[in-house]
């Protein structure tokens, strides 16, 4: 150790320190929107001093921050806001909002506005489906993969478990849950490591089958694609079964409740 | 028939709703494009990235939409996903724009006000609280006397020496520029008292203490 420290490496060291000792909730970034509420003054008092704490120890969150704030405040001209200009760039990006299921394939205009994009399928029934992806055939051409559905906007709530551990089962809606599958996400760590998973879905209390499909694995997490057809806004049991290298039969891993809403 | 626009925050909850989804998406991209596709003409990129990236960033924006919570504005909330797209772009393509740019907005305050500037008069002189601490090669009771500080003026003189100007500080804090001055002048002379000559001396440390001066 000298004198003859630079600023960058008194600096390094500084924020390594005062980064190691904050607690721990300092140490986790704040997110874009509340960053974004930081750079705009809002944030209540206490998560705002929580976040300024960061900042002391956090370069790259300070950096952004600042260009946050002076983007932000700077009143600077965006690009007049000339229609034929708005409207290009808003047909280029259209077919991204349809590839990602977020919006429907481009339709006549009559026949779009009569399916609301961002209700769940299964509302359209197979006629809204043919005219959908007739009008789109008329619009695009013979397309079939563009004739993609819209994002799911159902809500999974799950309510309580049979059996296993309830709390160490978390099921949730997964990001993908869009065109014609409602996804499922469980965490496989919860799950007994079973070489091959599947899952029935039964109606509850009723407890009558309506599905059953393999799970896959996606890293740390399982996910079960259910086609939205075989769905309604009510309560299912989803029972899950595994089965050991080897042997014949299915082994029963799992019963979770779960209520699954679709928007009306 | 209603002639007032749909606020910022209406089209939003619209848009969480799934209500005439597609309409309010495009009203929505149509209020900010312009906006983002500038922000990235700032930073020196060409049209036709503005555009590519302008796209990318609407996209996430409409993806993420749902999970929008209505701390921030609307506005401020799609700079910010336009802004850390362009960082991890930057990123991606192994640049250092972000500084660079930075840098020119240094040299503008500088031009505008060289006494609001860092690196500050005290830093490496002999002034400096922390000269006199990592002399003695001990920068942890610099940081325990910081650390000793009232909050704000604490907060103020880590961030000073992360090379943040005056300004740049009080814009993180939410304070006046002159309080941030007087904060690390009184700072300074708190550190100078405890960490100076005068101050007290570093904990011994395993009998090596004070070998060298006597």
Not at chain 1, 27 to 35: A, S, Y
Not at chain 2, 140 to 163: H, K, N, S, T, W
């Amino acid at each position: 150790m000298s004198g003859t420290q630079s600023f960058e490496e008194r600096a390094d060291w500084l924020r390594e320190t005062v980064a190691k000792s904050q607690a721990g909730g300092a140490r986790v970034h704040p997110d874009l929107e509340e960053m974004a509420a930081y750079a705009e003054g809002g944030l209540p008092e206490g998560r705002r001093a929580e976040i300024q704490e960061h900042l002391v120890a956090c370069a790259s969150c300070a950096r952004f921050a600042l260009d946050l704030a002076e983007v932000a405040a700077e009143p600077f001209a965006a690009t007049p806001s000339i229609p034929s200009v708005s409207a290009a760039r808003w047909e280029k990006l259209h077919p991204r909002l349809v590839e990602e299921g977020l919006a429907l394939p481009r339709a006549a205009g009559a026949l779009a506005a009569w399916v609301p994009a961002a209700a769940g399928r299964r509302h359209l029934g197979s006629l809204g489906l043919a005219a959908a992806l007739l009008a789109s055939v008329l619009a695009n051409g013979w397309q079939w993969k563009e004739a993609k559905e819209p994002r799911i906007a159902a809500e999974v709530v799950q309510l309580s478990i049979t059996r296993g551990e309830p709390e160490a089962t978390p099921i949730a809606l997964a990001e993908r849950s869009r065109h014609q599958d409602l996804v499922l996400q469980i965490d496989a760590n919860a799950v007994d490591p079973f070489p091959g998973l599947k899952a029935e879905i039964l109606t509850w209390p009723e407890k009558k089958l309506v599905w059953s499909g393999t799970l896959e694995r996606e890293g740390a997490q399982l996910t079960l694609a259910i086609p939205t057809s075989f769905l309604d806004s009510r309560e299912y049991q989803i029972r899950l079964w595994g089965k050991s290298a080897g042997a014949d039969g299915w082994k029963k891993a799992g019963e979770h409740l779960i209520r699954i809403s679709f928007p009306s | 028939m209603s002639a007032t626009p749909k606020d910022d925050l209406e089209l939003v909850r619209d848009l969480q709703a799934g209500e005439d989804w597609e309409e309010n998406a495009r009203l929505l991209h149509e209020r900010y494009a312009g906006l983002v596709w500038s922000s990235f003409q700032r930073e020196g990129q060409k049209p036709e990235e503005c555009e590519d990236l302008t796209q990318e960033v609407f996209l996430r924006v409409f993806k993420n939409i749902g999970s929008f919570r209505y701390q921030a504005g609307v506005k401020t909330w799609i700079l910010a996903i336009a802004r850390n797209l362009f960082l991890n772009e930057v990123v991606r393509r192994g640049e250092s724009a972000p500084q660079h740019r930075k840098q020119e907005g240094l040299d503008q305050v500088e031009r505008l006000d060289p006494g609001q500037l860092l690196p500050a008069p005290w830093i490496g002189s002999e002034d400096d609280p922390w000269e006199s601490a990592w002399k003695r090669q001990q920068p942890e009771i610099f940081l325990a006397a910081v650390a000793e500080l009232p909050d704000r003026m604490r907060q103020c003189v880590l961030l000073y020496y992360q090379g943040r100007t005056t300004k740049e500080i009080a814009i993180l804090l939410g304070i006046e520029n002159e309080t941030v001055r007087s904060q690390l002048h009184f700072a300074k002379d708190r550190l100078r008292a405890k960490l100076g000559p005068g101050g007290p001396k570093p904990p011994a440390k395993g009998g090596t203490e004070g070998t060298s001066g006597s």
